[in-house]
């Protein structure tokens, strides 16, 4: 069974640094392009970033551009975000998803549970 | 880049009424178009992609179009368990956007 598995909630102040973590199974982790979404409180889904892990070959949406990191290590198949310095503006729900297909013009068909993200002073 | 534009952002039907929901992209995006169903309180869905193909599981009263850069979604029949916001997605190039979700009710 092909699945995402995130890490768990996560409760930070302004400023601080984080790293949430998706781990893949059931696929071959290194030839399907995988991703994040964004879902800030009652609000839509918003594409954040993509990395193919196979090469780390990465694409961002260019409002997140600068302001988040995603990265991937393929010897143990996870799928990171990561914030250098959060804003309260960055609380949401961040879901992994895997790409259907070998190549970056695929639906999202698998997605992992959410990791939701809280920041608050 | 792209825009999505969906609609309408809400609507009510009765069960067993059919409902359409409308996705326009604002350049051609040939037929890479998603359809992904979000259930209250729980994770997006992909129902449909290639504008009309269903996605594993899904059920027939599901069904997908395109018309240049307009794509449909219908439900044919409404049921309770489908109550929701469903979204569209274009998937040909990044940026990869969704629309703004339309949020079904039953009457």
């Known amino acids: 069974e092909v699945q995402l598995v995130q890490s768990g909630a996560e409760v930070k102040k302004p400023g601080e640094s984080l790293k949430i973590s998706c781990k893949g199974s059931?696929?071959?982790?290194?030839?399907?392009?995988i991703g994040w979404v964004r879902q800030m409180p009652g609000r839509g889904l918003e594409w954040v970033a993509i990395i193919y892990p196979g090469d780390s070959d990465t694409r961002y949406s260019l409002p997140f551009q600068g302001q988040v990191t995603i990265s991937a290590d393929k010897s143990i198949t996870t799928a990171y975000l990561q914030w250098s310095s959060l804003k309260a503006s960055d609380t949401a729900m961040y879901y992994c998803?895997?790409?259907?297909?070998?190549?970056?013009?695929?639906?999202?068909?698998?997605w992992g549970q959410g990791t939701m993200v809280i920041v608050s002073s | 880049d792209i825009q999505m534009t969906q609609s309408p952002s809400s609507l009510s039907a009765s069960v067993g009424d059919r409902v359409t929901i409308t996705c326009r992209a604002s350049?051609?995006?040939?037929?890479?178009l998603a359809w992904y169903q979000q259930k209250p309180g729980k994770v997006p869905k992909l129902l449909i992609y290639a504008a009309s193909t269903l996605h594993s599981g899904v059920p027939s009263r599901f069904s997908g179009s395109e018309s240049g850069t307009d794509f449909t979604l219908t439900i044919n029949s409404l049921q309770p368990e489908d109550v929701g916001t469903y979204y569209c997605?274009?998937?040909?190039?990044?940026?990869?956007?969704f629309g703004q979700g339309t949020k079904v009710e039953i009457k």
């Open positions: 998803v895997k790409v259907d297909y070998g190549a970056i013009s695929g639906a999202f068909d698998v």
């Open positions: 350049q051609a995006i040939k037929n890479y």
């Open positions: 997605q274009n998937y040909n190039n990044v940026p990869l956007a």
């Open positions: 059931g696929y071959s982790f290194t030839t399907y392009w």
